[in-house]
C-alpha cells in the first residue's frame, strides 16, 4: 500500500512539471558500470581545414555535414553500433570536433546538432554508456614543409589563449548541454581532448625545448581553467546536467611517466586541479595510453604495472576521484604494425591492458581500430580477434561475443563500372581487405586503352600502385616478370588506344604485407577502367602448439659482433614456463655488406660460459650456423627452436641467458613449453624448396612431416 502511494505521489508530480533532476549515480559507480568501451574515431571528430588562420572569420564553420566521412570512414548507423554491442562493448566514446561547424560567433549549425544527437541516440538506446566531448578543437597545429601553419586548433593550454577564447569555449558548451540536459547518467561529458601549449609540445609544456618552470606552471594552469569553465557552465545549464558524471583531461591527457632523470611527464597529473563542483562525487578524470610493444610482452607488461601504480597515486588517490583511459591502444595502432608485425604481443598486451585496469576499476576506452573503413560499412570486424581479446579480457573467458568477420573471397569485385583514369583519380583498396590474405592473392583489372584524345608524349597509356600514404610508388609483376613502378600498357603491349585488356598484377610477400598496414591504391593515364577484383587468397594460420607461450621480444634488429644486438633473457622469465620450457628464435639470415656468415652464440646470463643446447635432438655446444644448420640461404626467414638438458636447465633458472650473433636480423623470441607437434626447426625460402624438421633439404618427400614456405605439411 505504502508503495503504491509512492508511485501515485511520484506521477501527480510528473504532471505538475515539478519534479527536480533526477539523482545521478556516483562518478565511481558509472565508471564500474562503463566497463569496456571503444572509440567511434576518425567520424564525427574528422575534419580539414582550408583556412587556417583564426583571424579571418572563413576559420570558422569550414564543413556540412560531409565531414563525417572527409576520413575515410563511413556514415556511423545503428546497426554497427548494435554491431559493437554484440561484441561485448558497454561504453562508446564519441569523439566530435566542433569549431568546423560553429559560425565566427560561436553558435553550432543546428544540422550538425542533430547529427551528434542521432549518433549520441544511436549509443544511449542501446543501453551503452556514452561520452561525448570536444575533440580536434585542441591538438598540434601542423606547418608544410616551408614552415606555412596549415591546420590550427583553438583552445590551447595557454594563459592568453584562455582569456580570448573563455567565452567561445563557454558558449560551446552551453550549447551542448542545453540539447542533451534532459539525457539519463549513461550519457556523460567530456571537457576537451588532448590540450597542448601554445608550442604544440606534447607529454608536458615545453617538451622537446629547453626546459621553462614558468611557461609550464602558466600552461598548466590554463588547463585547470578550463576544466573548471566547463564544469561551472554544464552545472549552470540546470536539468540532469545538475548531476550528470562529467570528465576531465590532464595536459595532452598524459599518463605520465619517468624518462631517466626527467620527471616532468609527472607534472600534468601532479599540477591537475579537480574543478569546484557543487554536485558532490560527480567528476572523473580521463587519460590516454599509447605504449610501446616493441620490446617484447614482459617489457609492456612491467611498463604498465608501473603506469597503473603511478596513476593511483597521481590521480585516484591524490584527488580521490575515478579514473578511465579514455584512448589506449599501442605507440603504433594507427599505422597497424603492431597488429599485423607482431600480432602475438598485441594480443598479450591488450588482454594484460584491460585485465590490469579492471584491478585497478578502470574504465577502457580503446582507440578505433578493431573495425575499420569499409569494415564498419559491412558490420564487420577486420581484427576480430583483437575484439575478442579485449571484451573477454573484461567479461571473462567464457564470455560468448559475436564477432562478424568478412569471409575471404575467391573473387572480391572491389569496382565495376566506367571511370576514366587521369594522373590523380586514383581506386583505394583499404588496408582491411587484405588483413586475412596471403601474399598469393592478385589483383585482375579490367579495362580499355583510352588515350587518342591527347598528343605527342601524352598519346600513351599507364598504370601505377602506390601505398595508400601516397609514401611510395610500388613495384608489381605481370606474367612473371617484375615492373619497376610503372606499366607502359602499349608499349607493354603493342597495342593501341581502343584496345581491351585484362591484366592481373601480382606483388612480392614485403609489399603485400604492406599493404596489410597501409592499403593501396592505383592510378592512371589513357585508361578507362571497367573493373578492379581481388583474387584474395586466405593466409594460412600458424601452427598451433598448444603449449603456453610467451613472446619475450620482437622488432628488427641487426646482430653482429660490432654495434648488433644482445639480448638478455632473465632466469624468471625461464622460471615462469617450467623446466621444459623451449626458446624458439625468428630470424632473418643477412649477410650484405661485410658479413660473409651467419652464427647464433649463447652464454649464461653473467656471461660466465657457453651452455650448450639442442636442436632437433642434436647436441650443440656454444654456437651454431643457422646456413649450415637448416640449408637456408642469404635473405631466408628461419625458425629455430632450442632446449637444454635438465643441467643446463638449472643453470639457466640461477642466470638466464644472454644471445648473440652475426650476418642474422633477430625478428621474435619465444619462450613456450611444449605440447603435441611443435616446429623445431623452420626454414622459409621464397624457391618453394622443402625441407624435413632436421632443416636438410628433400627434393621427392614421401612419407612424414615436412616444412616448405615456412609451414608445415604431412606427406601420407
Not at 632443416?695 to 616448405?708: A, E, H, L, S
Request: proline share 3%.
Amino acid at each position: 500500500m505504502k508503495k503504491r502511494l509512492t508511485t501515485l505521489f511520484a506521477l501527480l508530480m510528473i504532471v505538475c512539471g515539478t519534479v527536480k533532476a533526477q539523482d545521478f549515480e556516483s562518478a565511481t559507480d558509472a565508471v564500474k558500470n562503463m566497463g569496456v568501451g571503444w572509440n567511434l574515431g576518425n567520424t564525427l571528430d574528422a575534419n580539414n581545414q582550408t583556412v587556417s588562420d583564426i583571424t579571418n572569420d572563413a576559420y570558422w564553420g569550414q564543413q556540412g555535414l560531409d565531414s563525417e566521412t572527409c576520413w575515410g570512414q563511413p556514415y556511423t548507423t545503428k546497426d554497427f553500433i548494435q554491431m559493437m554491442k554484440k561484441a561485448g562493448f558497454t561504453a562508446i566514446r564519441v569523439p566530435v570536433t566542433w569549431y568546423n561547424h560553429l559560425d565566427k560567433d560561436g553558435n553550432v549549425n543546428k544540422e550538425w546538432m542533430k547529427r551528434v544527437k542521432e549518433v549520441v541516440d544511436y549509443v544511449i538506446s542501446e543501453g551503452l554508456y556514452c561520452i561525448l566531448n570536444v575533440h580536434h578543437d585542441t591538438g598540434a597545429d601542423s606547418k608544410d614543409a616551408n614552415g606555412k601553419l596549415t591546420g590550427y586548433h583553438w583552445i590551447k593550454a595557454d594563459a592568453d589563449n584562455y582569456t580570448e577564447n573563455m567565452d567561445r569555449y563557454v558558449k560551446l558548451w552551453s550549447q551542448i548541454a542545453e540539447e542533451f540536459k534532459d539525457y539519463g547518467q549513461t550519457l556523460l561529458f567530456e571537457a576537451y581532448n588532448e590540450m597542448l601549449d601554445a608550442n604544440s609540445c606534447w607529454n608536458y609544456p615545453t617538451f622537446g625545448m629547453d626546459f621553462d618552470a614558468d611557461y609550464e606552471k602558466k600552461s598548466l594552469e590554463a588547463v585547470n581553467s578550463y576544466a573548471q569553465s566547463f564544469v561551472s557552465t554544464v552545472r549552470l545549464s540546470g536539468g540532469n546536467n545538475a548531476t550528470r558524471n562529467l570528465i576531465v583531461n590532464p595536459y595532452a591527457a598524459a599518463s605520465g611517466g619517468v624518462w631517466g632523470n626527467n620527471t616532468h611527464p609527472q607534472d600534468p597529473l601532479e599540477q591537475l586541479v579537480v574543478p569546484t563542483d557543487e554536485s558532490k562525487d560527480h567528476l572523473i578524470v580521463e587519460v590516454h595510453s599509447y605504449p610501446d610493444i616493441t620490446k617484447g610482452l614482459s617489457s609492456a607488461k612491467s611498463g604498465l604495472d608501473w603506469t597503473f601504480n603511478n596513476l593511483k597515486e597521481k590521480i585516484i588517490d591524490r584527488l580521490n576521484v575515478p579514473l578511465i583511459i579514455g584512448e589506449w591502444g599501442t605507440s603504433n595502432v594507427d599505422n597497424g604494425s603492431d597488429y599485423i608485425d607482431r600480432r602475438e604481443t598485441m594480443i598479450g598486451f591488450c588482454d594484460y591492458f584491460v585485465k590490469k585496469a579492471k584491478e585497478y576499476n578502470i574504465a577502457t576506452f580503446y582507440w578505433m581500430g578493431l573495425s575499420d573503413g569499409n569494415s564498419r560499412k559491412e558490420l564487420v570486424f577486420n581484427q576480430p580477434d583483437l575484439a575478442e581479446t579485449i571484451t573477454k579480457a573484461y567479461h571473462g573467458d567464457d564470455y560468448k561475443g559475436e564477432y562478424p568477420t568478412k569471409e575471404t573471397p575467391s573473387e572480391g569485385v572491389i569496382f565495376e563500372g566506367e571511370q576514366q583514369l587521369e594522373w590523380g583519380t586514383a581506386i583505394n583498396l583499404a588496408a582491411d581487405l587484405f588483413t586475412n590474405l596471403s601474399s598469393t592473392s592478385t589483383v585482375e583489372i579490367t579495362y580499355t586503352e583510352k588515350f587518342d584524345q591527347f598528343t605527342g608524349d601524352e598519346a600513351n597509356s599507364y598504370l601505377q600502385f602506390w601505398y595508400n600514404d601516397w609514401s611510395e610508388m610500388i613495384d608489381f609483376i605481370v606474367d612473371g616478370q617484375t615492373i619497376s613502378q610503372t606499366l607502359e600498357v602499349n608499349n607493354y603491349y603493342n597495342s593501341v588506344s581502343g584496345t581491351d585488356h585484362v591484366t592481373t598484377f601480382a606483388f612480392d610477400e614485403e609489399t603485400f604485407h604492406n599493404f596489410k598496414k597501409k592499403g593501396m591504391l592505383f592510378q592512371g593515364h589513357g585508361i578507362l577502367l571497367k573493373k578492379v577484383v581481388l583474387n584474395g587468397v586466405a593466409e594460412e594460420p600458424e601452427p598451433q602448439g598448444g603449449g603456453d607461450s610467451e613472446v619475450f621480444w620482437e622488432g628488427d634488429e641487426m646482430m653482429d659482433w660490432n654495434n648488433g644486438i644482445q639480448l638478455t633473457v632473465p632466469a624468471e622469465n625461464f622460471a615462469a614456463h617450467g623446466q621444459d620450457v623451449r626458446l624458439t628464435l625468428q630470424y632473418t639470415i643477412d649477410m650484405n655488406g661485410d658479413s660473409d656468415y651467419n652464427m647464433i652464440q649463447l652464454f649464461y646470463g653473467d656471461w660466465s660460459t657457453n651452455p650448450s643446447f639442442i636442436i632437433d635432438g642434436q647436441t650443440i655446444d656454444k654456437e651454431f650456423r643457422p646456413s649450415d644448420l637448416n640449408g637456408a640461404g642469404n635473405g631466408d626467414a628461419c625458425t629455430t627452436t632450442i632446449s637444454f638438458s635438465e643441467d643446463v636447465m638449472k643453470m639457466i633458472l640461477e642466470k638466464g641467458i644472454v644471445m648473440q650473433g652475426h650476418g642474422l636480423r633477430l625478428n621474435k623470441v619465444i619462450l613456450e613449453t611444449p605440447s603435441g607437434i611443435k616446429n623445431v626447426l623452420e626454414a622459409k625460402s621464397n624457391d618453394s624448396a622443402i625441407y624435413n624438421l632436421a632443416g636438410q633439404r628433400v627434393k621427392n618427400p614421401t612419407k612424414g612431416i615436412f616444412i616448405k614456405n615456412g609451414k608445415k605439411f604431412v606427406m601420407k
